[in-house]
């Protein structure tokens, strides 16, 4: 069974500082990788997601993933955090052909002035 | 488009009560998955629904089923509740299945059991 690894529970960062949010996923079978966010009180949303082709994805708000099939990691970072991007992040993999998202516990991002 | 709405947003029941929670997906889309979020486990896979078929269900007890309706509205339910069944009960819609499709969440049902 698949399964993803947030190594970091907790990330304390001072803002415009640079970030990087860890993930391992357990299978290099293919797949298809994730990253959400969620906000207090709130859903996830969709950060970024990686199918195919280029192994580096990103997304509107200034992040970047990069796929390393080799090293089954898919870490997330931005070079500049704001206040506004404290939130809980979660690395998520599917399996190609499913519709099943196996989750990482998370990584709280707390970004501070 | 309207996102994914699920309704109740607040619910409190008492042990062996049972509750439906409701999902509407976001307008063409047929496929919805529902996720448990727990402070202790995570988030973990319930089921998923397409054209009206459980497609897929994750490690959960029988206490907990689901269908889908003809207008891809989805609803859960959770029988004889515990109090290990308190979380917040995530749906999440896609326009098809497979092909690395974007599931997107509504807010979530926080169901609280006492």
């Not at chain 1, 293919?30 to 990103?58: A, D, H, M």
């Not at chain 2, 409190?12 to 509750?19: A, C, E, S, Y």
Request: net charge positive; charged share 15%; hydrophobic share 30%.
């Amino acid at each position: 069974a698949q399964s993803v690894t947030q190594l970091d529970s907790q990330v304390p960062v001072f803002e415009e500082a640079p970030v990087e949010l860890r993930c391992n996923y357990s299978s290099s079978v293919s797949v298809y990788l994730f990253w959400y966010v969620q906000y207090p009180n709130q859903g996830l949303q969709l950060l970024l997601k990686y199918l195919s082709g280029s192994t580096l994805v990103e997304s509107i708000n200034g992040f970047e993933a990069e796929f390393n099939k080799s090293q089954t990691s898919f870490h997330l970072r931005k070079p500049s955090v704001h206040i506004s991007d404290t939130a809980e992040y979660f690395c998520a993999v599917m399996d190609t052909g499913f519709q099943k998202l196996v989750f990482g516990t998370g990584t709280r991002l707390l970004v501070s002035p | 488009k309207a996102g994914v709405t699920q309704t109740p947003r607040y619910l409190i029941k008492t042990r062996g009560q049972q509750v439906t929670l409701s999902c509407s997906p976001i307008s063409g889309h047929r496929s919805v998955s529902w996720y448990q979020q727990t402070p202790g486990q995570g988030l973990q896979f319930l089921f998923e629904y397409f054209s009206e078929t459980q497609r897929n269900k994750g490690n959960f007890p029988g206490r907990f089923s689901g269908r889908q309706f003809s207008n891809s509205r989805s609803e859960m339910n959770v029988s004889t509740l515990e109090l290990g069944d308190s979380a917040l009960y995530l749906c999440a819609s896609s326009l098809m299945r497979g092909g690395g499709d974007t599931q997107y969440f509504g807010p979530g049902t926080r169901l609280t059991v006492l």
